[in-house]
């Protein structure tokens, strides 16, 4: 058995508790408070599609890693949101303590990647991690202001945010949002802001998928996770487990596929692995698919749109080496959280293990099969006991 794979299988794992961790922001429908993973699933879209605000040293690939970790600390350490009073010298070295406690899970290497990574990101010096802060500041701005039903005191905080708190920088580094948000709150400046406006649209209409259930439970089995965040927890999988794919990948692709994939849900609904196997059922459900493909990425500008249709397409198909380990990839996380919830979907579908190898194993193996074989011998005993072999 792999040492270094149990290691980022122990982080990665670790990381499922960031969904515990909710925020002060509501999601758009203002039906519940957003957590801290479904957040940052939305920012790397965010920064994703602000690319062209980017200056043209930034690279925006670093900044959505850098999005992907950022939060992960608030698994020790808490949301803080930016209305407490606290001692943020004291939130800072939590965080620090945290920062390491958790990418310590990881191998040697890898955890002094990600730590100098997310040590960037806080540092803000950096022209990626500069961008990746802005981003940061904006997104809650936006979901407050095009909320369904805001609370009062939370356009209060934004109004205050902008003027004089730390969102007040939007102003020289990213124009188009600090007028829009200004112009959302009844203060239109003139400022011509369409081509964020041009964007919003489809970032907003994202915000739905956090609303997608799907059949697999958190890790504590306290409740069914929503693909939003699951995207998150599967981009995290794909960066980590890049070195056993069958062949070389372009990460920033993997992650940028993994990003966008379950977007068609937001119209399609969730599909369980194990819920869905008659042929017919499956073609009704891919042309579901298509047309939401059509509609969510025609919300954006045409190039970009049909940029990102092209990759979730590319996923689709799962033909090139990335989309494999993609496929691969998406394939794993589930199987995981089923193992530390007491069987979760298995048991809901009455699974076995042959079945799992059919319509899990076979796929990840073609991708991964390092990653199959290890997680295979993990998941056998429970089967074993359950007298599902």
Same mark, same amino acid.
């Given at each position: 058995?792999?040492?270094?794979?149990?290691?980022q299988?122990?982080?990665?794992?670790?990381a499922?508790?960031?969904?515990?961790i909710?925020?002060?922001?509501?999601?758009?429908?203002c039906s519940?408070?957003?957590?801290?993973?479904?957040h940052?699933?939305?920012?790397?879209l965010?920064?994703l599609v602000?690319?062209?605000?980017?200056?043209?040293e930034v690279?925006?690939?670093?900044?959505?890693r850098?999005?992907?970790l950022?939060d992960?600390?608030?698994?020790?350490?808490?949301?803080?949101?930016?209305? /407490?009073?606290?001692?943020?010298?004291a939130?800072?070295?939590?965080?620090?303590?945290?920062?390491?406690?958790?990418?310590?899970?990881?191998?040697?290497?890898?955890g002094?990647?990600?730590?100098?990574?997310w040590?960037?990101f806080?540092?803000?010096?950096?022209?990626?991690?500069?961008?990746?802060k802005?981003?940061?500041?904006?997104?809650?701005?936006?979901?407050t202001?095009?909320g369904?039903?805001?609370?009062d005191w939370?356009? /209060?905080v934004?109004?205050?945010n902008?003027?004089?708190?730390?969102?007040?920088?939007?102003?020289?580094?990213?124009?188009?949002?600090?007028h829009?948000?200004?112009?959302?709150?009844?203060?239109?400046?003139g400022?011509d802001?369409?081509?964020?406006?041009?964007?919003?649209?489809?970032?907003?209409?994202?915000?739905?998928l956090?609303l997608?259930t799907r059949?697999?439970k958190?890790?504590?089995?306290?409740?069914?996770?929503?693909?939003?965040?699951?995207?998150?927890?599967?981009?995290?999988?794909?960066?980590?487990?890049?070195?056993?794919?069958?062949?070389?990948?372009d990460?920033?692709?993997?992650?940028?596929?993994?990003?966008?994939?379950?977007?068609?849900?937001?119209?399609?609904?969730?599909?369980?692995?194990?819920?869905?196997t /008659?042929a017919?059922?499956?073609?009704?459900?891919?042309?579901?698919?298509?047309?939401?493909?059509?509609?969510?990425?025609?919300?954006?500008?045409?190039?970009?749109?049909?940029?990102?249709r092209?990759?979730?397409?590319?996923?689709?198909?799962?033909?090139?080496a990335?989309?494999i380990?993609?496929k691969?990839?998406?394939?794993?996380?589930?199987?995981?959280?089923?193992?530390?919830?007491?069987g979760?979907?298995?048991?809901?579908?009455?699974?076995?293990?042959p079945?799992?190898?059919?319509?899990?194993?076979?796929?990840?193996?073609?991708?991964?099969?390092?990653?199959?074989?290890h997680?295979?011998?993990?998941?056998e005993?429970?089967?074993?006991?359950?007298?599902?072999?």
């Amino acid at each position: 058995m792999s040492t270094r794979l149990e290691a980022q299988f122990a982080f990665l794992l670790e990381a499922d508790k960031l969904r515990r961790i909710d925020r002060q922001n509501l999601i758009l429908d203002c039906s519940r408070r957003e957590n801290s993973a479904e957040h940052s699933w939305h920012l790397a879209l965010y920064a994703l599609v602000l690319a062209p605000f980017a200056s043209p040293e930034v690279d925006v690939f670093r900044a959505i890693r850098m999005l992907l970790l950022h939060d992960l600390v608030e698994i020790d350490a808490g949301d803080h949101p930016i209305t /407490d009073n606290v001692d943020w010298a004291a939130v800072a070295k939590a965080e620090q303590a945290a920062a390491q406690r958790l990418f310590e899970l990881l191998p040697k290497d890898q955890g002094a990647e990600f730590l100098a990574l997310w040590q960037e990101f806080e540092a803000a010096d950096s022209p990626d991690a500069h961008f990746a802060k802005r981003v940061d500041h904006c997104q809650p701005i936006f979901q407050t202001l095009y909320g369904v039903k805001p609370l009062d005191w939370h356009v /209060d905080v934004v109004r205050s945010n902008l003027n004089g708190g730390r969102a007040a920088a939007l102003e020289q580094d990213f124009a188009e949002a600090f007028h829009h948000a200004f112009s959302l709150l009844g203060e239109d400046t003139g400022f011509d802001c369409s081509r964020l406006t041009a964007r919003l649209p489809f970032l907003n209409e994202a915000d739905k998928l956090k609303l997608v259930t799907r059949a697999s439970k958190l890790g504590d089995g306290s409740r069914h996770e929503n693909s939003a965040e699951h995207s998150w927890h599967i981009m995290l999988y794909a960066w980590v487990l890049a070195e056993h794919s069958t062949n070389a990948v372009d990460v920033d692709r993997v992650l940028q596929m993994l990003l966008l994939h379950d977007l068609v849900e937001i119209d399609a609904g969730d599909s369980p692995i194990h819920g869905v196997t /008659d042929a017919a059922a499956l073609a009704a459900l891919a042309a579901r698919e298509e047309a939401a493909a059509d509609r969510l990425f025609g919300l954006l500008p045409a190039a970009q749109g049909e940029v990102m249709r092209s990759i979730w397409e590319e996923f689709e198909a799962a033909e090139s080496a990335d989309a494999i380990f993609a496929k691969s990839i998406d394939r794993v996380q589930p199987v995981l959280l089923n193992l530390l919830n007491g069987g979760g979907s298995w048991v809901e579908y009455d699974v076995s293990l042959p079945q799992l190898d059919a319509r899990v194993g076979g796929k990840v193996i073609r991708g991964a099969p390092d990653v199959w074989h290890h997680v295979r011998a993990q998941v056998e005993p429970w089967f074993r006991n359950a007298g599902r072999m």
